[in-house]
């Protein structure tokens, strides 16, 4: 069965300490891992995609990368406006996307 | 930017009532989705629909549900006979017909079903 999963599930950070969030995936026919990132009340809105072991993209103050088994979201120097929940999700091959539970991001000036 | 709409943002129902959600997709867009995620768990996906037909559906998409695209703006998705359970966020999605990285969700719909 076709699984992500993420860590932590919430995190506290003050303004300007770095992080990284993890997320685990079990998705067969994988054509992608996606990052989002939700804010309350909003659809999930399209950070990053990787296709392959070893790639990376960058974004502003953040960076996902990707392992055969993981993808991490790397987070440098946060400010409160980073605040919101990040979702991962592996894009299957029936095209549609599994998503883990996400971990919700705080951080505080 | 161009941008998935949904309507209504939130609607009440009663049990047993039925409801339409109704999203209008990115205008060159050509797949659509719907996922749901109800308050504190995961985004789940739904139904996809390419070519006026479903594509692929889950095992929530059961007989109560039903989606349409009625003219050649609207998609939506139709819930008979709610149940408390289906109470949730309804997110619609398009994407054109690159690869999948052209997704777009829409703001969602906040059913609540008493």
């Known amino acids: 069965e076709d699984q992500v999963t993420q860590s932590p599930e919430a995190l506290r950070l003050q303004e300007g300490e770095s992080s990284s969030l993890n997320c685990s995936y079990t998705?067969?026919?994988?054509?992608?891992l996606f990052w989002y990132r939700q804010d309350p009340g909003k659809g999930p809105e399209f950070l990053f995609t990787l296709y392959s072991a070893g790639e990376e993209k960058e974004k502003e103050r953040l960076k996902a990368t990707l392992t055969k088994k993981e993808s991490f979201l790397h987070i440098t120097a946060p400010k409160p406006e980073d605040s919101a929940t990040y979702l991962c999700a592996g894009n299957n091959y029936g095209q549609n996307f599994v998503f883990g539970p996400g971990t919700r991001l705080s951080v505080l000036p | 930017e161009p941008e998935v709409t949904q309507t209504p943002s939130h609607q009440v129902t009663q049990m047993g009532q039925e409801v339409i959600l109704r999203c209008v997709p990115i205008?060159?867009?050509?797949?659509f989705y719907w996922y749901r995620q109800i308050l504190g768990q995961k985004v789940e996906f739904l139904v996809s629909f390419y070519n006026n037909e479903i594509s692929e559906k889950s095992e929530i998409f059961d007989d109560q549900f039903s989606v349409e695209r009625p003219d050649g703006s609207n998609f939506t998705l139709k819930i008979r006979s709610t149940k408390l359970e289906d109470s949730a966020m309804y997110f619609c999605a398009s994407r054109d017909d690159r690869e999948v990285q052209g997704y777009t969700f829409g703001s969602g719909t906040r059913l609540t079903v008493v």
């Open positions: 205008s060159n867009h050509l797949y």
């Open positions: 998705v067969s026919g994988l054509r992608g």
